[in-house]
């Protein structure tokens, strides 16, 4: 059964930084494209980054290009998103998903990890 354990959130002034981890125990990990997700209160899920298999291309939402950085050390099967330069609005629970596209913001398609919360505020 694939699992994912996030971590490296907590409470951040804006401006600031913060590096998320995603633990992932998941069979023939390297072959699959890395996401993550967030969810704010009261808010539908949001796609935020993308790593192919290699992690030669990574994809990013708009609202966070040129602040936060996707990457994935195979060896480890683990995957990181660099945050710099956060704002209010990057408040929410922040998950790492197995693949790509639409199908890592369904709840019902597992697996989900427990994600990991990030508080922007002063």
């Known amino acids: 059964e694939d699992q994912l354990v996030e971590s490296g959130g907590g409470t951040v002034q804006p401006g600031g930084s913060l590096r998320l981890s995603c633990a992932a125990s998941?069979?023939?990990?390297?072959?699959?494209?890395m996401s993550w997700i967030r969810q704010a209160p009261a808010k539908g899920p949001e796609w935020v980054a993308t790593?192919?298999?290699?992690?030669?291309?990574?994809y990013y939402a708009d609202s966070v290009k040129g602040r936060f950085t996707i990457s994935r050390e195979d060896s480890n099967n683990t995957v990181y998103l660099q945050m710099t330069n956060v704002k209010p609005e990057d408040s929410a629970l922040y998950y790492c998903?197995?693949?790509?596209?639409?199908?890592?913001?369904?709840?019902?398609?597992?697996?989900w990890g427990p994600g990991t919360q990030v508080t922007v505020s002063s």
């Open positions: 998903r197995k693949g790509t596209g639409g199908y890592v913001l369904n709840r019902e398609i597992p697996p």
């Open positions: 998941i069979f023939s990990f390297s072959s699959f494209h």
């Open positions: 790593i192919n298999p290699g992690g030669e291309r990574t």
